[in-house]
């Protein structure tokens, strides 16, 4: 059962109708300190993943080499598209009467929240090592965050945060069946190599939630695609010949 999509799922749901409600009770200092203690949070989520890691030339080259693909086919780009097409009928569905952004900084701040929680490093990390791994502990983990995060951006810009949840969900479904039938055809050490390239992707969403450098996480995520073919080929081939 795809318990961690679902718990991920609801988290921003009810982050988002928290938010939305209480928000006007928040002062802005508390909302910009609180977004440093979740940033810390997942950095210390993904050095607990790295630290699992069994080839590290294999992750390296992985992340190295899936980052460039992203970039050099503007993935990143892709995605921030795609999320301005998923926020028309989401804006029309809930204008921002109750923001005190303008309409260019809502639609932005939209669709920054929309690539954040249906195309970030942790939510297809974690989606595929609970579909292949069964283990939920990512997702849950990342909830806790998530909710949190969700009621913060829907102080300024309302129930809208909410409606996410629903392609999220869709997203994370799908890559959670789709583990599925890349499990039977893993090694122990090939998962663990999984998880610290997932690792890295968890720890520079911490660094850009603290907005210490904006790393390309969304360029980076092809690393999420290469890294078991490569972890497998070094430890049968490479590994081998030296």
Known sequence: MPTGVVINTLSVFFGGIAGAFAGHKLSPKFKTEINLIFGVCSMGMGISSINLMKNMPPVIFAIIIGTAIGLMIH??????????????????????????????????????????????????????????????????????????????????????????????????????????????????DMIADFKACGGFLILATGFRMIKVKEFPIADMIPAMVIVMPLSWIWTNVIAQLL
Do not use: H, R, W
């Open 75 to 188: 993935l990143g780009e892709y995605l921030n598209k795609a999320a301005a097409l998923m926020q028309k009928p989401i804006a029309k569905l809930f204008k921002n009467k109750q923001s005190d952004l303008d309409e260019n900084e809502f639609m932005s701040s939209l669709i920054t929240i929309i690539v954040l929680f249906c195309a970030s490093g942790t939510g297809i990390y974690g989606s595929l090592d609970a579909g292949m791994t069964g283990d939920q502990t990512i997702l849950i983990s990342k909830s806790i965050l998530d909710f949190f995060t969700a009621a913060i951006f829907a102080c300024n810009l309302g129930y809208v945060v909410s409606v996410i949840a629903i392609p999220q969900f869709l997203i994370f479904f799908v890559l959670y069946l789709c583990a599925g039938y890349i499990f039977p055809l893993t090694t122990p």
